[in-house]
């Protein structure tokens, strides 16, 4: 059976592939445009990967947190931690989606 960390790193891991796009696209167009309409994407973009990598960073490589993590924190605590990782994947993908057309 999959657990809760187990989709919590996947998600994650989504949201970190969806941003990567984001920013190669924000990046490319600030480059050309050098507009503050378009530096505001790109910023938020990088914020957002960041705070994606640092959790994921937690799931996995921290050696006291991942195991907390995947022994220690209760069910409803991980779904509402889950619920909010596959919220933020699919508000990225409507939002690559659009950004990409």
Known sequence: MVGWIDVARVA???NMLLLAGLVYVWGRNY???????T??????ALFLFGEN???LYFYLLDPLL????STAVPDPAWQAMVVLHVLEAVGLAVLTWTTWD
């Open 12 to 14: 994650v891991a989504v």
């Open 53 to 55: 990598a640092f959790a």
């Open 31 to 37: 480059y050309e445009l050098r507009s503050k309409h």
């Open 66 to 69: 991942a195991e907390w993590f």
């Open 39 to 44: 530096l505001g994407p790109l910023v938020f």
